[in-house]
């Protein structure tokens, strides 16, 4: 369990910024 919450934990280091970024640019765009 510590293993895959540590993997996830990873994966929305990784999203996070992107999903922020592209709603920032959406946002921004309107």
């Not at 993997?7 to 970024?21: C, F, N, T, Y």
């Amino acid at each position: 369990a510590g293993k895959w919450l540590r993997s996830h934990d990873e994966q929305l280091m990784l999203i996070i910024p992107v999903v922020g970024r592209y709603s920032m640019g959406r946002y921004c765009d309107r």
